[in-house]
């Protein structure tokens, strides 16, 4: 039997969503007056929050305070945008790690917990859970991306996606483990048509976790395309057998379903083959044409990406010949 991409999968559309994503990182360097280390001119003259033809709804932080306390210091995650065109489109946006704080929870909180998403089942990765339960929706500002303040009340999930005919969500690397738990929530909780489009994601939960997502993909998840590099080690992090950072207990990881390979080339791996513009490269490389990969393409692609399967759990555009 022969491999093909999942259905629909197109490249220049993932480009598009890449692009969505890339603002988000824009976006957080302005909100942090991060040194201007992208050329000129400085990334503030140009970058676009939301993209052009996107109406700007809300804005996505998570509080980073390590204050058992109550301390408070938001960190802009991403945003929500509407389609100008029809604003029942919404594009959800997550930015991948950036800082101290986000990598402890992506490397050292690495055990399992229950999934935080209401009606789901399976354990995922502690960090990236713990991540997903502090993220708090607030309309933004007129004209600016100033953080919430503490006496601000959050928006919650159903009413940022109430009316909605339709939501993409996308994310890089830890945003595109965020963006998979967000899928999820939506499709179990909001009940409204929801698909992703995901770069970089590291494996996000259990086995019971990603069969309860593959299941619904076709039916309450219209469609989930994983994008991986070939030549990037996180897509298989955490491994399907994996030990947490100074623990003997043995932790179960499968990747979810949707898998689309690219091929940055293996001069990405000077340029770090995990950045968002290399995979971009690798979605060039494809082309827009609809995809029907060569089973040699897979290994050249792919195969350091290959999501991990149990007994029947293969889905039937990853089947190889």
């Keep these: 039997m022969g491999w093909s991409y999942p259905t629909n999968f197109n490249a220049s559309t993932a480009i598009t969503y890449a692009n969505f994503v890339q603002q988000a990182y824009f976006q957080y360097y302005v909100a942090t007056n991060t040194p201007q280390s992208f050329g000129y001119p400085p990334f503030s003259t140009f970058i676009q929050v939301p993209p052009t033809g996107y109406t700007l709804t809300y804005n996505l932080w998570y509080n980073e305070s390590l204050n058992p306390f109550g301390g408070w210091a938001p960190a802009y995650f991403?945003?929500?945008?509407?389609s100008q065109a029809n604003p029942k489109q919404l594009v959800m946006v997550i930015r991948g790690t950036e800082n101290g704080e986000e990598w402890t929870d992506d490397i050292f909180d690495s055990m399992q917990e229950?999934?935080?998403?209401?009606?789901?089942?399976?354990?995922?990765?502690?960090?990236?859970?713990?991540?997903?339960?502090?993220?708090?929706?607030?309309?933004?500002?007129?004209?600016?991306f100033v953080p919430p303040t503490k006496q601000q009340t959050p928006v919650p999930l159903s009413q940022v996606v109430a009316g909605a005919q339709s939501v993409m969500v996308t994310g890089h690397s830890l945003g595109a483990a965020l963006a998979t738990l967000l899928t999820l929530d939506i499709a179990l909780n909001c009940k409204v048509p929801v698909s992703s489009y995901n770069f970089a994601s590291p494996t996000v939960g259990d086995p019971t976790f990603a069969a309860a997502f593959n299941a619904m993909i076709g039916?309450?998840?219209?469609?989930?395309?994983?994008?991986?590099?070939?030549?990037?080690?996180?897509?298989?992090?955490p491994s399907s057998v994996f030990y947490a950072p100074g623990s003997s207990q043995e932790l179960d990881y499968m990747q979810v379903n949707g898998y689309c390979p690219v091929d940055s080339g293996l001069l990405s791996?000077?340029?770090d083959p995990h950045s968002l513009s290399n995979y971009v490269i690798?979605?060039?490389n494809l082309g827009s044409s609809t995809l029907e990969a060569k089973p040699g393409q897979r290994q050249r692609?792919?195969?350091?990406?290959?999501?991990?399967?149990k007994g029947n759990a293969v889905e039937a555009e990853e089947q190889v010949a």
């Design 114 to 144: 229950a999934c935080p998403v209401a009606n789901s089942t399976g354990l995922v990765h502690e960090g990236f859970g713990s991540i997903y339960k502090g993220l708090l929706y607030y309309t933004p500002p007129s004209g600016s």
């Design 282 to 284: 690798g979605l060039t």
């Design 269 to 271: 791996l000077v340029s």
């Design 219 to 237: 039916n309450l998840i219209g469609a989930n395309y994983r994008v991986a590099n070939g030549v990037d080690p996180v897509p298989n992090q």
């Design 301 to 309: 692609a792919g195969l350091r990406a290959i999501p991990r399967w």
């Design 78 to 82: 991403g945003y929500v945008c509407a």
